[in-house]
């Protein structure tokens, strides 16, 4: 049996390929359409908590904004701005992945990591000083309010720990999946071609900052005055 | 090379606007303007996450099929306020 007859070369398809694609340029259209639909599902989730708040503000401005005074603008804007800066660093992580620069790319994915952790270490010792002040009106703790109208300034502490808690644990999910981004890029994984993880965990990230961008001014800055 | 360069300084700008934005948004919470106050929050957080999902997200230079998804995702967001608030903002008007 002569096994040279049939044999033809095959084109070889590159190896970050999957095989259901036809080129690379359709597979990365395919990773971005992928997230994207799912980001729609977390505007839906992260919107019914926008209209709760919504519905429940238009009922007692006053109240949410006396509420709102007791935030701490400060370190509201210090971590608006570590998030914003957090974001620029994972976008410049994308751009090293693609152009293939490898410790670039594990700097970038590490300097992330370390501005989400300074985002949450700041959301934690906030969450401390409201549990302190009688501010954490959850699992039965007490709800020390002087002002007036107790009820309405009850339900924005209540919206403020549920809305900022589920944005910090996607937050958390996040650095967990950058963890595994910079652990594979250590490895000198994650480059060139085989680049759409961090393209990928940067529309996430991208997204838990939008979200944060629109939590900031409507938990911190109404009571600003 | 040169594009490549382009594209890196184009996040930078984009970076330093945003923070632009977020003094701007301090600061204009720091005035008393009313009703106006809210608007002018949502509205500067409304350009701040376009400017995040056009450059940030690269929406800008994705498929139309992608665009039309991330468009889709507003509009249904839009549609859930607009009828939630048409119910709760005019019950109002009955009694």
Not at chain 1, 119 to 137: R, S
Not at chain 1, 168 to 188: D, E, K, N, P, Y
Not at chain 2, 25 to 54: C, P, S, Y
């Amino acid at each position: 049996m002569n096994a040279d007859v049939d044999v033809k070369p095959v084109p070889q398809a590159p190896l970050s390929l999957a095989h259901q694609f036809d080129d690379l340029v359709q597979q990365r259209e395919a990773d971005d359409l992928g997230m994207w639909l799912f980001l729609c599902t977390e505007i839906m989730f992260f919107g019914g908590l926008f209209l709760a708040y919504t519905i429940y503000r238009s009922r007692d401005e006053a109240a949410f904004a006396a509420a709102s005074h007791e935030l701490d603008l400060f370190w509201g804007t210090v971590n608006t701005a570590v998030l914003l800066t957090s974001s620029l660093t994972i976008a410049l992580a994308h751009h090293a992945a693609e152009s293939s620069r490898r410790s670039q790319l594990v700097a970038l994915l590490a300097a992330t990591l370390v501005l989400g952790s300074v985002f949450l270490g700041i959301k934690g010792l906030e969450y401390h000083h409201k549990y302190v002040h009688g501010l954490m009106p959850l699992l039965g703790l007490p709800f020390e309010w002087q002002g007036p109208s107790r009820g309405h300034a009850e339900l924005f502490f209540d919206l403020y720990f549920l809305m900022t808690g589920i944005h910090a644990l996607h937050m958390l999910i996040g650095l967990g999946i950058l963890l595994v981004l910079l652990i594979q890029a250590s490895r000198g994984r994650l480059l060139g071609d085989f680049s759409a993880p961090v393209r990928v965990t940067g529309l996430y990230w991208h997204f838990v900052d939008i979200v944060w961008v629109f939590l900031f001014p409507l938990l911190y800055l109404i009571g600003a005055r | 090379m040169v594009r490549e360069r382009s594209g890196v300084v184009l996040l930078f700008v984009v970076f330093a606007v945003l923070l632009g934005l977020l003094a701007l948004t301090v600061e204009a919470a720091r005035h008393d303007l009313g009703q106006w106050n809210w608007f002018v929050a949502v509205l500067i957080a409304a350009v701040k996450a376009l400017l995040i999902a056009l450059y940030f997200m690269h929406v800008r230079q994705s498929t139309p099929l992608t665009k039309m998804v991330v468009v889709a995702g507003v509009v249904w967001l839009a549609i859930m306020f607009t009828l939630s608030l048409a119910d709760y903002w005019t019950r109002g008007w009955m009694s």
